[in-house]
């Protein structure tokens, strides 16, 4: 057989080999530090054996299959440790994702951090035993039989849910035996560093219904110095949290009587307002008309458009004159109802109509999270009809208004692909021609991409934007979505230069995505520092005494008819503690006035970016700060806060 690897170079042999011996004939180095396989595209076991020609990848740490396999294996030494120290704790499941593992379990006693600590130590005696990790299969019947004997109910219910004719593979390691389909390293040796972080509940199975579980998070690198890296970060994102700095900031509120619906508060709604003011400027410009569309609309719209059939588990619903109706999950049907509602001719296309349409999903409770997922945000939307020759132009121009919005709030992104799911409507024809021009248009930009494998909408494939924040976390954002099925199914059509009926095609896409999220985004991205344009509050004025309050009144005036945010503190504390207060408020400009400054007509300006500014004439600062505004500067923090 010819095994071709990564780099295009070939291996042949002549009998059968496990991915675990090819990487020790490629490289024993490489063998020390292989995390998993990749056969063909899939990940496997290094355990595997590779009996036919195929492409061979073999995944370390640095891939994310990689490291899958390596903090799958930690939440297996996790699994181990707390069987040991808890035997009668019952094991649920225990996957990797996103920077971690998870593994969720039935204890009569609640977990608390001493609990992890030990569980922590155990788990260093596991991985200093360097147990041999190997991997075999039972029949069904024995594998459920095995499980009952140990009284773990939750793999029985596991196995007995499986397919009839499915594989069912088991890990063992020392005395740990547990249901798994791998992949995992070859011992528990290369796992070194690991920290247990955090403790949740978990219904079993994510079902509601179910007995709540406790959930222990952890983390695992190849190397402490990593780990550390890591746990640093977490704890900066501890400190840039927007549920808590929303909070302090008095920009939004969660409460019981709405779960998962935000409150905006004043100096939200000023933020949000920017935002959305910034938003309507750049897409005039862009050649975008403004919509709006009913926030309620008949069942037989949402069946129309297929949401009733995929997507009404999602969405909630009413009964009005004995007519079904369901509150918009999305905007799309309405944009249109807006495109036909006169007869369109091939001189009117494109038409870009935008709608910054209130949209509600049901997510469950245990989802909520802030503002980051919610169930109504502001889904800043475009829909645009076109012919198929103005398909690539189009998309080029969403990508590069999307960029303009990145770019200005500092974001890099990445950008993927996301091709046809299992659940969607129309023919493999209008699929390829939709993704062929998803893919022409990012490679006609030069924008690197990736292919996320069945990703895509029900009713088209996407382009997903993915950004990375000031601590290195990434967000999808942004998204174009290419749809030959909603025309088709509204029967929408124009008239073409032939004087024939035509269908149009359409892009649905959104730049900030939910500005409910986008807002919660940035208020980690900036650690509630705002730039000055986007600030709630721009200036603050502070008077050195009540002595000289007319004066910082008058100041307070003569910003606010400029059309700066400006405030100013009237409390008889001193000057000191005031400026301490601004800068906890995380204001950009605080302008001090006492004697001299009223004296001179002046102003002792102290800012986020370069602290002490001197005395300055009103209204140079006037001019400056408006400049500053209007050009959407990003102006670098530079002074350590006071505490």
Request: with cysteine; net charge negative; glycine share 8%.
């Amino acid at each position: 057989m010819i095994i071709t690897l990564k780099d295009g170079s070939k291996k042949e042999y002549a009998e059968p080999k496990s991915v675990i011996d090819i990487a020790s004939d490629i490289s024993e180095g490489l063998a020390r530090v292989a995390c998993a396989g990749e056969v063909d595209g899939e990940v496997v076991d290094l355990r595997t054996v590779v009996d036919k020609d195929c492409e061979l990848n073999i995944l370390t740490f640095d891939s994310e299959g990689g490291q899958g396999a390596f903090r799958h294996t930690t939440s297996h030494i996790m699994a181990q440790a707390i069987k040991r120290l808890y035997p009668d704790v019952k094991l649920a499941i225990g996957p990797s994702i996103a920077d971690g593992f998870y593994y969720d379990v039935d204890s009569d006693t609640p977990f608390t951090a001493e609990d992890l600590e030990k569980i922590e130590g155990e788990m260093k005696k596991i991985v200093k035993e360097a147990l041999p990790i190997t991997r075999f299969t039972k029949p069904r019947q024995e594998a459920i039989d095995y499980f009952k004997e140990k009284n773990e109910p939750y793999k029985v219910e596991l196995i007995e849910d499986l397919p009839e004719d499915a594989e069912i593979s088991f890990y063992q390691q020392g005395e740990f035996v547990d249901l798994c389909a791998g992949p995992h390293l070859m011992t528990t040796k290369p796992v070194k560093a690991f920290k247990l972080t955090s403790l949740a509940g978990a219904y079993w199975r994510g079902n509601e219904k179910n007995k709540m579980l406790t959930r222990i998070y952890g983390t695992s690198y190849t190397k402490k110095a990593d780990l550390e890296e890591y746990l640093t970060r977490m704890e900066e994102a501890k400190k840039r949290d927007h549920r808590k700095l929303g909070k302090e900031l008095g920009l939004f509120m969660m409460r019981e009587e709405g779960p998962g619906f935000p409150f905006f508060l004043p100096k939200g709604m000023v933020l949000k307002n920017t935002l959305l003011d910034y938003w309507r400027e750049i897409h005039n410009k862009a050649g975008y008309v403004e919509i709006s569309t009913p926030i309620m609309l008949s069942r037989h719209l949402w069946e129309t458009s297929g949401h009733w059939d995929h997507y009404k588990e999602n969405m909630y619903t009413t009964v009005i004159d004995e007519t079904d109706f369901a509150i918009k999950p999305m905007n799309c049907p309405g944009g249109i109802l807006v495109y036909q509602s006169e007869p369109r001719s091939y001189r009117d296309l494109p038409i870009r109509m935008g709608e910054l349409g209130l949209v509600h999903r049901h997510e469950k409770s245990g989802q909520l999270h802030g503002l980051m997922r919610v169930r109504c945000f502001t889904q800043d939307d475009a829909h645009i009809f076109m012919m198929p020759e103005q398909i690539r132009d189009e998309i080029k121009g969403v990508a590069k208004l999307i960029d303009e919005v990145y770019q200005l709030f500092g974001f890099k992104y990445h950008v993927e692909l996301s091709t046809r799911p299992e659940d969607s409507m129309g023919s493999d024809e209008d699929w390829e021609m939709a993704t062929d021009a998803l893919r022409g248009a990012l490679e006609d930009l030069g924008l690197p991409y990736v292919v996320n494998e069945g990703d895509g909408a029900f009713y088209g494939p996407k382009i997903d934007f993915h950004l990375e924040d000031s601590i290195g976390r990434t967000w999808q954002c942004g998204t174009i979505q290419l749809d030959f099925q909603l025309p088709l199914r509204f029967n929408c059509e124009y008239i073409g230069a032939d004087g024939e009926k035509h269908r149009p095609i359409m892009i649905h896409r959104v730049a900030f995505g939910s500005i409910e999220r986008f807002i919660g985004i940035l208020i980690e991205h900036f650690a509630g520092a705002f730039p000055t344009w986007l600030a709630p509050v721009q200036v603050k004025v502070l008077p050195i005494s009540d002595k000289h309050m007319e004066y910082g009144k008058k100041v307070l005036e003569t910003l606010k008819e400029a059309g700066i945010r400006a405030e100013i503190d009237t409390r008889a504390e001193k000057i000191g503690y005031k400026i301490r207060e601004a800068r906890l408020q995380k204001i950009p400009y605080m302008l001090i006035v006492g004697a001299k400054e009223e004296e001179e007509g002046k102003v002792s300006v102290r800012s986020r970016f370069a602290g002490d500014e001197g005395a300055k004439d009103l209204g140079a600062f006037i001019e400056s700060i408006k400049e500053e505004i209007k050009a959407r500067v990003m102006r670098e923090t530079e002074v350590v806060e006071e505490k």
